[in-house]
């Protein structure tokens, strides 16, 4: 069995060789980043900015960054590069668009970033956000459309579904297109009257995560109708699979914002004249949160939107309607949106999501698909500027090393502030913005500038951000009776206690202990301690028995939980705590540290095996597969490892 790595390098030699390679982004400008895994996952070829970020911090280490000068300046220029205005965009992804179930108007499809469904017998197109570890969903469910006018000073409804016979899906290369059309009749005066012909068209293109929607009516000439509406429907919206829910609307008008907010069960018209861009959003940590972006192409022509609550606080459907007024007899009435889907964000932020919609248009089909969420680990970058700067600064490596220093520390100050405006603003108004991991990563950042600069700005930032993170602590009475508590990912949601989000919490509040005189740090970490345990448990289908070390948290006094470390990137945080804990300059934190010395010896007895376990080696270099059954290692796991087992030298 292969040994535990006995220096940084063996582990940086297998990223630099086999992750790290070129991409081209917006405009085909070529860049350099690390992909997630060596060999493409179920053809897919993903960079992701926050893993960019592990990668960067770790390899930002001088005596990697001598070795290798150039190469962490290219991740450096590519996670910049994912940065626009507030946004730092999640991942991009090689183009490919591929029918993985189903033939003709029925069947699956794997686009570069999304899953796409069509059901046109049934007339319904649906599209999600894909991942490769189970949060794949269906986000968004295009259907529910009617079409409205007036006959005779009689207002008339039509739901389209069972007129549009007319179906095809359309598969050339890079494009799926999508169609479906019949002809519309209704009644008036025992008549059976021909209204015209209805067309649908969703398009989508393996290069870019945008989805086109057309809607088109050809009015019979004979047909003497006025004030059409057309409508562009959005229905099943909180269905709840995978967590699946929406919460708010909003649209940005000439005036201003228009707002609404589901309560109670309801059905409402909203007017929206001449909106240029909405959103349907989901209130929810601001790394996980889920919305529908939409630029409508004839803004003129919107009127409004027909929403439903059908269950509290939870949208239904909503339609956007648009508007034909005055005759439209033998006319040719067309409407168009171009949506987007995103599964992290900033949805108060309507007018930088207009922008942004802009810009994504404006990029068109690109050589690399852009995911526009945001980041989930927004806190990886900040603290990967933060360890570049401070780095960066070492006499001993090159001068294009050096001159980058001030480069780092202005991305570090911009995204500090954005952390603060959308996370940290949004905690203090009682939302539910901040996960615990994202935030402990921005305090170890703030820690390496305080020490890096002495500025007392990043010290009192420090303290401040510090206070905030120790609200996320639950606090309950474990097996023996004595106090212990966990830090679970978020305050209303996610509240179970993984070991990465316990485990980088408390490595953050030890860093800020060594700069901040403060006992409750000291308290809460010991309490902490009391989370991490030994268990056996199942993983995977069907289960294998495993031991490992998990953490514990016991929600409303009611029951106890758990969570395992069996995927290797838990173990690198927990491992990086422990040593930064028994290494800490503060007396008290080494005092706890001794007083856990045999439970801690245990608990790394058992994660160093695991890791043996884990390891590959490829001539003098070494991969650290992300479990003991993986094939490969993968982007944040193989950084994370190697952090916990040796750590940072500006920590």
């Given at each position: 069995m292969p040994a535990i790595p006995s220096d940084v390098l063996s582990a940086a030699h297998f990223i630099m060789r086999?992750?790290?390679?070129?991409?081209?982004?917006?405009?085909?400008?070529?860049?350099?980043?690390?992909?997630?895994?060596?060999?493409?996952?179920?053809?897919?070829?993903?960079?992701?900015?926050?893993?960019?970020?592990?990668?960067?911090?770790?390899?930002?280490?001088?005596?990697?960054?001598?070795?290798?000068?150039?190469?962490?300046l290219e991740m450096l220029r590519f996670v910049e590069a994912m940065c626009h205005g507030p946004f730092i965009f999640r991942r991009v992804a090689g183009p490919r668009l591929d029918r993985v179930e189903g033939t003709g108007p029925v069947g699956r499809f794997e686009h570069s970033l999304m899953h796409i469904r069509s059901d046109l017998p049934h007339a319904l197109v649906t599209a999600g956000v894909r991942f490769h570890d189970g949060r794949t969903a269906d986000n968004l469910l295009l259907t529910g459309n009617n079409v409205e006018f007036t006959y005779k000073r009689r207002r008339v409804?039509?739901?389209?579904?069972?007129?549009?016979?007319?179906?095809?899906?359309?598969?050339?290369?890079?494009?799926?297109?999508?169609?479906?059309?019949?002809?519309?009749?209704?009644?008036?005066?025992?008549?059976?009257?021909?209204?015209?012909?209805?067309?649908?068209?969703?398009?989508?293109?393996?290069r870019s995560m945008l989805i086109g929607v057309e809607a088109a009516l050809e009015v019979d000439a004979h047909a003497a109708v006025s004030d059409v509406v057309l409508s562009i429907g959005h229905d099943q919206l909180s269905h709840g699979y995978n967590g699946v829910r929406y919460d708010t609307l909003a649209a940005k008008l000439t005036g201003g914002i228009t707002r609404f907010a589901a309560a109670d069960k309801t059905r409402i018209i909203l007017p929206a004249a001449g909106a240029s861009y909405y959103e349907i959003a989901q209130a929810e940590i601001a790394g996980f949160a889920l919305a529908v972006h939409t630029m409508p192409r004839e803004p003129a022509r919107l009127a409004e939107f027909d929403i439903r609550v059908e269950q509290p606080g939870k949208l239904h459907l909503v339609r956007a309607r648009y508007r034909f007024d005055g005759s439209c007899r033998g006319a040719t009435l067309k409407?168009?949106?171009?949506?987007?889907?995103?599964?992290?964000?900033?949805?108060?932020?309507?007018?930088?999501?207009?922008?942004?919609?802009?810009?994504?248009?404006?990029?068109?089909?690109?050589?690399?698909?852009?995911?526009?969420?945001?980041?989930?680990?927004y806190g990886a970058e900040i603290n990967a500027f933060a360890k570049c700067f401070a780095a960066a600064a070492n006499q001993d490596l090159p001068a294009p090393v050096r001159a980058s220093a001030e480069r780092a520390r202005t991305l570090f100050d911009r995204y500090l502030a954005v952390y603060d405006e959308c996370f940290v603003n949004g905690h203090r108004q009682q939302k539910n913005t901040i996960m615990s991991r994202q935030l402990a990563f921005v305090i170890l950042g703030l820690a390496t500038m305080c020490r890096a600069t002495g500025a007392p700005a990043y010290l009192e930032k420090l303290r401040e951000?510090?206070?905030?993170?120790?609200?996320?602590?639950?606090?309950?009475?474990?097996?023996?009776?004595?106090?212990?508590?966990?830090?679970?990912?978020?305050?209303?949601?996610?509240?179970?206690?993984?070991?990465?989000?316990?485990?980088?919490?408390?490595?953050?509040?030890?860093?800020?202990?060594?700069?901040?005189?403060?006992?409750?740090?000291?308290?809460?970490?010991?309490?902490?301690?009391a989370s991490y345990c030994l268990e056996t448990t199942g993983v995977g289908s069907p289960p294998q028995k495993i031991d490992t070390v998990s953490t514990s948290i016991v929600v409303q006094d009611t029951y106890r939980h758990t969570e395992n470390s069996y995927w290797n990137f838990n173990i690198g945080l927990a491992l990086r705590f422990f040593s930064a804990l028994r290494n800490s300059p503060v007396p008290e934190l080494r005092a706890i540290a001794e007083k856990y010395r045999d439970r801690v010896g245990l608990f790394e007895l058992v994660m160093l095996r695991q890791i043996e376990r884990s390891i590959v080696e490829r001539d003098?270099?070494?991969?650290?597969?992300?479990?003991?059954?993986?094939?490969?290692?993968?982007?944040?796991?193989?950084?994370?490892?190697?952090?916990?087992?040796?750590?940072?030298?500006?920590?």
């Open positions: 086999h992750l790290y390679r070129p991409v081209e982004l917006d405009g085909g400008a070529r860049f350099f980043a690390v992909a997630e895994t060596e060999h493409t996952f179920g053809g897919d070829d993903w960079l992701w900015a926050d893993d960019n970020a592990k990668v960067l911090e770790f390899v930002s280490r001088p005596d990697i960054w001598q070795l290798y000068p150039d190469q962490p409804r039509i739901n389209p579904k069972s007129a549009l016979t007319d179906i095809a899906a359309e598969h050339k290369e890079d494009r799926l297109t999508l169609r479906l059309a019949g002809d519309l009749f209704f009644s008036a005066a025992w008549r059976k009257i021909r209204l015209g012909r209805i067309s649908y068209v969703y398009t989508i293109d393996a409407v168009g949106e171009d949506k987007l889907l995103t599964s992290g964000g900033f949805y108060d932020r309507v007018d930088d999501y207009a922008d942004l919609m802009r810009h994504a248009l404006k990029a068109g089909a690109q050589p690399a698909v852009f995911d526009y969420s945001v980041s989930y680990d951000l510090s206070d905030v993170l120790l609200d996320f602590e639950v606090r309950f009475t474990d097996i023996g009776g004595d106090p212990a508590s966990a830090f679970p990912y978020g305050m209303q949601s996610e509240r179970a206690a993984f070991v990465d989000g316990h485990s980088s919490s408390l490595l953050a509040l030890v860093q800020a202990r060594s700069l901040i005189d403060n006992p409750r740090f000291t308290e809460a970490i010991e309490r902490g301690m003098d270099a070494v991969e650290i597969r992300t479990s003991i059954h993986a094939g490969e290692t993968n982007s944040e796991t193989q950084p994370w490892v190697m952090l916990g087992l040796f750590g940072h030298p500006y920590d």
